[in-house]
T-cell receptor
Framework: EPEVTQTPSHQVTQMGQEVILRCVPISNHLYFYWYRQILGQKVEFLVSFYNNEISEKSEIFDDQFSVERPDGSNFTLKIRSTKLEDSAMYFC????????????FGPGTRLTVL | EDQVTQSPEALRLQEGESSSLNCSYTVSGLRGLFWYRQDPGKGPEFLFTLYSAGEEKEKERLKATLTKKESFLHITAPKPEDSATYLCAVQARGGSYIPTFGRGTSLIVHP
């Protein structure tokens, strides 16, 4: 069964450093998403991506964040200068046509900012 | 502002003891309501989408129902493997497709 994969599973970084979180969506999907979940809190939408551009972003997704689909398989989230409050689980999701109806989530990357 | 409230926060059941989880929502107009299951340390796993009041969907021991103000996830004769956090999310009508998630209900089923 196809699945979304994410690497690394755990990333530890120093405050102010740049991190890139990687995702491989399901191969025939067209819509891609990033979410985050701070420990013990709600899942929060960050950004959606379709046709090589951002389709929507939340208030959390400020200038420190960027997304890219550098090739036909990877989808990345970059945080330029990490802050302590960026520590969270980051989930990538993908979906096919009409995909907001059914999104497939990856296992997540736990980001710890020290 | 769209709001999603899930209750109870936590629920402990004995194996075979049926129960329901609640998701109350306040949106200007509902485009869709989603139920997910989340196991510890993993990403949410899609269960159901409901679009209109009166709609019901079933999958194994789970049945989701929808009214104009809330959704219920009914668990019939649960097993220990049903233990997980169950998340509800809503999408409002309008230009944005951004979903709003609830905090979830943590379900533990004891053998």
């Amino acid at each position: 069964e196809p699945e979304v994969t994410q690497t690394p599973s755990h990333q530890v970084t120093q405050m102010g450093q740049e991190v890139i979180l990687r995702c491989v969506p399901i191969s025939n999907h067209l819509y891609f998403y990033w979410y985050r979940q701070i420990l013990g809190q709600k899942v929060e939408f960050l950004v959606s991506f379709y046709n090589n551009e951002i389709s929507e972003k939340s208030e959390i997704f400020d200038d420190q964040f960027s997304v890219e689909r550098p090739d036909g398989s990877n989808f990345t989230l970059k945080i330029r200068s990490t802050k302590l409050e960026d520590s969270a689980m980051y989930f990538c999701a993908s979906g096919g046509e009409g995909s907001y109806n059914e999104q497939f989530f990856g296992p997540g990357t736990r980001l710890t900012v020290l | 502002e769209d709001q999603v409230t899930q209750s109870p926060e936590a629920l402990r059941l004995q194996e075979g003891e049926s129960s329901s989880l609640n998701c109350s929502y306040t949106v200007s107009g509902l485009r869709g309501l989603f139920w997910y299951r989340q196991d510890p340390g993993k990403g949410p796993e899609f269960l159901f989408t409901l679009y209109s009041a009166g709609e019901e969907k079933e999958k194994e021991r789970l049945k989701a129902t929808l009214t104009k103000k809330e959704s219920f996830l009914h668990i019939t004769a649960p097993k220990p493997e049903d233990s997980a956090t169950y998340l509800c999310a809503v999408q409002a009508r309008g230009g944005s497709y951004i979903p709003t998630f609830g905090r979830g209900t943590s379900l533990i089923v004891h053998p």
